[in-house]
């Protein structure tokens, strides 16, 4: 299995959004990881589908270009050298370019208590979903089919939760497709994109 390391760029052709990982959760104890990603003019607005955290903090600073985001059912801008925290528990959508210039953010994801498990899980799904974008394996969004989407969205529970649905229903319906996806063959990490 390729190791993702600190230094390492992650890119989604389909989403036009590209990463770079600063500090891994490895290196902080579980208790945070930092990256940068960067999004082209006007994209990045379904990068990662509307989610949860039950215990962890998001903040976000936008180095350069517009931002537009969600947080809870308020749609928000920020420019460069503003930050924008996202509290626990609130359903969000992550910044995405909202001008013709592209957009670069300062991702601090920071887990209380610390959650070394739910980071990791949490960057080698973003590793996984664009492997599959550069593989050709994913719509028009860059989301894969819905059996591969249950075993990402699985391996990531608690820590992340998709949009509109408790953990314990997301436990059931994740786990009841994330085990046909295990069957059809579908994975969490694959060797030809690696893991954290």
Same mark, same amino acid.
Do not use: W
């Given at each position: 299995m390729k190791k993702i390391t600190a230094g390492t760029w992650i890119e989604n052709p389909v989403t036009h959004q590209r990463s770079l990982l600063i500090k891994l959760p490895?290196? $902080?104890?579980?208790?945070?990881?930092?990256?940068?990603? /960067?999004?082209?003019?006007? &994209?990045?607005k379904n990068a990662i589908p509307?989610?949860?955290?039950? $215990?962890y903090?998001?903040?976000?600073?936008?180095?350069?270009?517009?931002?537009?985001?969600l947080l809870g059912?308020?749609?928000? &801008?920020?420019g460069p050298g503003e930050l924008i925290i996202f509290p626990p528990v609130i359903p969000h959508l992550h910044p995405w370019s909202d001008s013709n210039e592209e957009l670069r953010v300062r991702l601090i994801s920071e887990a /209380?208590?610390?959650? %070394?498990?739910?980071?990791?899980?949490?960057?080698? $799904?973003? /590793?996984?979903l664009c492997g599959l974008a550069r593989d050709g394996k994913v719509d028009q969004h860059g %989301?894969?089919? %819905?059996l591969q989407q249950a075993v990402l969205g699985q391996? &990531?529970?608690?820590?992340?939760?998709?949009?509109?649905?408790?953990?314990?229903a997301a436990?059931?319906?994740?786990?009841?497709?994330?085990?046909?996806?295990k069957i059809a063959g579908c994975r969490v990490t694959y060797p030809e994109y690696g893991e954290v």
């Open positions: 490895s290196e $902080t104890g579980g208790q945070y990881f930092e990256m940068e990603y /960067v999004c082209e003019p006007f &994209t990045g509307l989610h949860y955290h039950p $215990t903090t998001e903040r976000f600073e936008i180095i350069n270009g517009k931002a537009r985001y059912k308020e749609e928000g &801008t920020a /209380v208590p610390p959650d %070394l498990k739910g980071l990791n899980a949490n960057i080698n $799904t973003g /590793v996984t %989301l894969p089919n %819905l391996s &990531t529970l608690p820590g992340a939760c998709p949009g509109g649905i408790s953990i314990g436990r059931i319906i994740l786990g009841s497709l994330a085990l046909l996806g």
